[in-house]
T-cell receptor
Framework: NAGVTQTPKFQVLKTGQSMTLQCAQD?????MYWYRQDPGMGLRLIYY???????DKGEVPNGYNVSRLNKREFSLRLESAAPSQTSVYFC????????????FGSGTRLTVV | DQQVKQNSPSLSVQEGRISILNCDYT??????FLWYKKYPAEGPTFLIS?????DKNEDGRFTVFLNKSAKHLSLHIVPSQPGDSAVYFC????????????FGQGTTLQVKP
């Protein structure tokens, strides 16, 4: 049982480059989320998808776009990376839309130089 | 505006003693509160939760207490073990069908043998 799989695990980008972070879950969860973790800031919600076909902005959406490709997959795209986007990115999914026990992926450590 | 705050960045306790991690919140509409544990290079894992209609929930060595009048919750770990050394995040659920969670900044717990 893989749970939530994120790729890649590490990435270094130059300022202005673009990339897509991939996330897939095999638990048939409806809701999926993208968070970033920064020192002293905790986990902040970037975008979420309450169900297949819907996406909404979280606390810190600027500079990002998302695609809920199907029920399993939720990708995060950086169109023009900036050093301020250096962070650890976590994808998560949940069984119900009630905030119970997210299952998180292992994270993508992104450095923008 | 940080709606969920963990004011202690770190905590060190001796093995076998009690660990108490604290969390404060500002939004009285939160309906669920959760604690997550995170080891280095891994995603957070769900630990324990409590509904806003309760004041205590227990699961083995872990107990969460909720004081709604003070907008404060705490996680007690008794007895603490070296394997409990990790970053602990508290989170609060926004009442909606989206499952969004607002996380605190995290507290790093070190349990010394």
């Amino acid at each position: 049982n893989a749970g939530v799989t994120q790729t890649p695990k590490f990435q270094v980008l130059k300022t202005g480059q673009s990339m897509t972070l991939q996330c897939a879950q095999d638990m048939n969860h409806n809701s999926m989320y993208w968070y970033r973790q920064d020192p002293g800031m905790g986990l902040r919600l970037i975008y979420y998808s309450a169900s297949e076909g819907t996406t909404d902005k979280g606390e810190v959406p600027n500079g990002y776009n998302v695609s809920r490709l199907n029920k399993r997959e939720f990708s995060l795209r950086l169109e023009s990376a900036a050093p301020s986007q250096t962070s650890v990115y976590f994808c998560a999914s949940s069984e119900e839309g009630l905030g119970y026990g997210y299952t998180f992926g292992s994270g993508t450590r992104l450095t923008v130089v | 505006d940080q709606q969920v705050k963990q004011n202690s960045p770190s905590l060190s306790v001796q093995e076998g003693r009690i660990s108490i991690l604290n969390c404060d919140y500002t939004n009285s509409m939160f309906d669920y509160f959760l604690w997550y544990k995170k080891y280095p290079a891994e995603g957070p894992t769900f630990l324990i939760s409590i509904s806003s209609i309760k004041d205590k929930n227990e699961d083995g060595r872990f107990t969460v207490f909720l004081n709604k009048s003070a907008k404060h919750l705490s996680l007690h770990i008794v007895p603490s073990q070296p394997g409990d050394s990790a970053v602990y995040f508290c989170a609060a659920s926004v009442p909606s069908n989206t499952g969004k969670l607002i996380f605190g900044q995290g507290t790093t717990l070190q349990v010394k043998p």
